[in-house]
């Protein structure tokens, strides 16, 4: 009776044993699951709220665009009343260089008019700020490219010109001579591409008779490798006096 007593208490520990590493193991897998699921769900908690965020911010810019185009379009209404207000002539009905008088000045745009300032709205808890920029106030570069060297060396004088004048006033100012080897360095860059430190890339708008060693900017950033540059020109700007 002693042997049998002892066998069956040690079948027991061996089963409690198998039934203590089961429940270990299935807690293990309980574990892994609710930590998957969490995750899972934290997840698209998160897509859902970013989706939301998108389609709000979405709107919001559709909406400040609809009110700025309205304001564009009464300016344009405005400056159209006033040019036919002023009749586009001088007050004796003559044309310009005759003697009824000088043509009156018609309706201009300029950066002092409301739409070329930095608006800033504030819709469904967003804050936008929108800033036009006046496709005729910039200047091609690729001017300096020109077949006729004298309106390519107009080009080159005035990128330089523009250099010049692009932080005036400010403790940043660049001189006329920097300026002037920005835009050598620019000219040599875009014709003369295999003395450049960058390689010139194949592009399928690329003319089939195209000078080879011609190579076109896709953008103005493309610059900033060039020895006259850096990284800071390429940056909006304020200096210590604001």
């Not at 908690?45 to 979405?58: E, F, K, S, W």
């Not at 808890?125 to 390519?152: C, H, P, T, W």
């Not at 011609?214 to 490798?225: I, M």
């Amino acid at each position: 009776m002693k042997i049998l007593h002892r066998t069956a208490w040690k079948a027991a520990a061996a089963r409690r044993g198998a039934a203590l590493m089961m429940a270990m193991l299935v807690l293990f897998v309980l574990v892994v699951i609710v930590f998957q699921i969490s995750i899972s769900t934290t997840t698209d908690g998160r897509i859902a709220r970013n989706q939301t965020t998108l389609a709000n911010m979405d709107s919001a810019i559709e909406s400040v665009l609809l009110r700025i185009f309205e304001d564009l379009a009464a300016d344009g209404e405005a400056d159209a009343a006033s040019g036919q207000a002023g009749g586009g002539l001088g007050s004796g009905g003559g044309l310009p260089g005759q003697d009824g008088g000088a043509a009156a000045a018609g309706p201009t745009d300029s950066s002092r008019d409301q739409w070329a300032r930095p608006g800033r709205f504030e819709i469904n808890d967003l804050s936008l700020r929108i800033l036009f920029q006046d496709e005729d106030s910039k200047y091609n570069v690729l001017g300096m490219l020109a077949e006729d060297a004298a309106e390519a060396e107009k080009a080159r004088t005035r990128v330089a010109k523009i250099l010049d004048l692009c932080r005036e006033g400010t403790t940043a100012d660049i001189d006329l001579g920097d300026a002037e080897l920005m835009a050598d360095a620019m000219l040599d860059h875009m014709r003369e591409r295999s003395a450049s430190v960058l390689p010139k890339p194949y592009l399928l708008s690329d003319p089939p008779d195209i000078d080879s060693d011609v190579g076109l900017p896709l953008t103005l950033r493309e610059f900033v490798v060039l020895e006259p540059f850096d990284e800071s020109d390429f940056r909006d700007y304020r200096d210590e006096n604001g």
